[in-house]
T-cell receptor, first 112, second 114 residues
Framework: NAGVTQTPKFQVLKTGQSMTLQCAQD?????MSWYRQDPGMGLRLIHY???????DQGEVPNGYNVSRSTTEDFPLRLLSAAPSQTSVYFC???????????FGPGTRLTVL | DAKTTQPPSMDCAEGRAANLPCNHS???????VYWYRQIHSQGPQYIIH???NNETNEMASLIITEDRKSSTLILPHATLRDTAVYYC???????????????FGQGTTLQVKP
């Protein structure tokens, strides 16, 4: 099993550009989520999904969209990038909405 | 969710046991204690969790006091690769309103030294 994979590892955007951060898992997990991590602020939940076709907002959803068309994939879309979205983004998955979660390696995003 | 308190940093000699404490004096009866760690620049890694009994797996042991107000994560033979930030998290497991949201505090930075 590859576990949770994220692409790209690094990305630089200009303000106003859009992009999609990819997240995939091969463990047949129902639950997937996106966090962002900023220095000194810990991880904050952006969006989560309890199964294909079902998504919901976390604590910092503004500026981000998600969809879950398959169990395996949970992409995060930045609609119009802003410097405040400079962060490290982590995707996680688990068999259910439990707290035994498996994290990907992260995507380091810089918005200029 | 119960608040947790951890020391900001600890040192441990390589090969020795690392004992990381966590206070959670307001823990409720249905809240579990979870431990994660984050090695520099990597995603958080699940270590272990427990409700009231002591737990052991291939990575660590979790000792929870009888009154459940504190716990200790034990890495029995720490290596340099165990240098990381360790997070103690208290949450109710499952439930229809469960978002699965993990709340990571500041954690304990463990430095394993040769």
């Amino acid at each position: 099993n590859a576990g949770v994979t994220q692409t790209p590892k690094f990305q630089v955007l200009k303000t106003g550009q859009s992009m999609t951060l990819q997240c995939a898992q091969d463990m047949n997990h129902e639950y997937m989520s996106w966090y962002r991590q900023d220095p000194g602020m810990g991880l904050r939940l952006i969006h989560y999904s309890v199964g294909a076709g079902i998504t919901d907002q976390g604590e910092v959803p503004n500026g981000y969209n998600v969809s879950r068309s398959t169990t395996e994939d949970f992409p995060l879309r930045l609609l119009s990038a802003a410097p405040s979205q400079t962060s490290v983004y982590f995707c996680a998955s688990s068999p259910s909405a439990s707290f035994t979660q498996y994290f990907g390696p992260g995507t380091r995003l810089t918005v200029l | 969710d119960a608040k947790t308190t951890q020391p900001p940093s600890m040192d441990c000699a390589e090969g020795r046991a690392a004992n990381l404490p966590c206070n959670h004096s307001t823990i409720s009866g249905n809240e579990y204690v979870y431990w994660y760690r984050q090695i520099h620049s990597q995603g958080p890694q699940y270590i272990i969790h427990g409700l009231k009994n002591n737990e052991t797996n291939e990575m660590a042991s979790l000792i929870i006091t009888e009154d459940r107000k504190s716990s200790t994560l034990i890495l029995p033979h720490a290596t340099l690769r165990d240098t990381a930030v360790y997070y103690c998290i208290v949450r109710v497991a499952g439930g229809s309103s469960n978002t699965g949201k993990l709340i990571f505090g500041q954690g304990t930075t463990l430095q394993v030294k040769p």
